[in-house]
T-cell receptor
Framework: AQRVTQPEKLLSVFKGAPVELKCNYS??????LFWYVQYSRQRLQLLLR??SRESIKGFTADLNKGETSFHLKKPFAQEEDSAMYYC???????????????FGKGTKLSVIP | GAGVSQSPRYKVAKRGQDVALRCDPI?????LFWYQQALGQGPEFLTY????????KSGLPSDRFFAERPEGSVSTLKIQRTQQEDSAVYLC????????????????FGPGTRLLVL
């Protein structure tokens, strides 16, 4: 069975401080990992996916298969980063099956001015 | 263009009542997913459609839950004889093309329907 664990329910940092949102996963095969974000009163939206190796809004995430982690990082937090962040995984290939996302419980990031 | 839309946005039901939740995916999107998000939890998978075919319903919690997508576009999630534990936000997501490739397409989420069962 696949599982995503986000150990922090709430993370508060000061503006300009570094941010790291932790995500660990368990999956027997080769997963694809995502970070989704939900800003206040907005819908869930994709922030980044490990396969793209992009930096979005200053955020990066590196897949560490040895530690089964996909932590989200940003060197300098901004007030507009305050939101709910969800780590999620899906199988890289599931044949005829669905690519359903398995989500963690989420971490609420609060950036203090 | 327009994103995924869902209606109603809020629904209050009395225990035992039947409800129907609608999802309008992005035009041309082949794949459609339903998720349930309880308070303080991440979304959990309910069911998946590829066009009109329901290929995976392994996440539906009971036989009171039923989903359909008869013409491969709009989908309806129906909950019969609602219970208090059904109270949650129901999210719909769609993605561009068949998930038979190597990597999945990005799932785009709707705003959700918040269901409260009294």
């Amino acid at each position: 069975a696949q599982r995503v664990t986000q150990p922090e329910k709430l993370l508060s940092v000061f503006k300009g401080a570094p941010v790291e949102l932790k995500c660990n996963y368990s999956y027997s095969g080769s997963p694809e990992l995502f970070w989704y974000v939900q800003y206040s009163r907005q819908r869930l939206q994709l922030l980044l996916r490990h396969i793209s190796r992009e930096s979005i809004k200053g955020f990066t995430a590196d897949l560490n298969k040895g530690e089964t982690s996909f932590h989200l990082k940003k060197p300098f937090a901004q007030e507009e980063d305050s939101a709910m962040y969800y780590c999620a995984l899906t199988p890289s290939y599931s044949g005829a099956g669905s690519y359903q996302l398995t989500f963690g419980k989420g971490t609420k990031l609060s950036v203090i001015p | 263009g327009a994103g995924v839309s869902q209606s109603p946005r809020y629904k209050v039901a009395k225990r035992g009542q039947d409800v129907a939740l609608r999802c309008d995916p992005i035009s041309g999107h082949v794949s459609l997913f339903w998720y349930q998000q309880a308070l303080g939890q991440g979304p959990e998978f309910l069911t998946y459609f590829q066009n009109e075919a329901q290929l995976d319903k392994s996440g539906l919690p009971s036989d009171r839950f039923f989903a359909e997508r008869p013409e491969g576009s709009v989908s309806t999630l129906k909950i019969q004889r609602t219970q208090q534990e059904d109270s949650a936000v129901y999210l719909c997501a769609s993605s561009h093309k068949s998930t038979s490739g190597i990597f999945q397409e990005t799932q785009y989420f709707g705003p959700g329907t918040r269901l409260l069962v009294l």
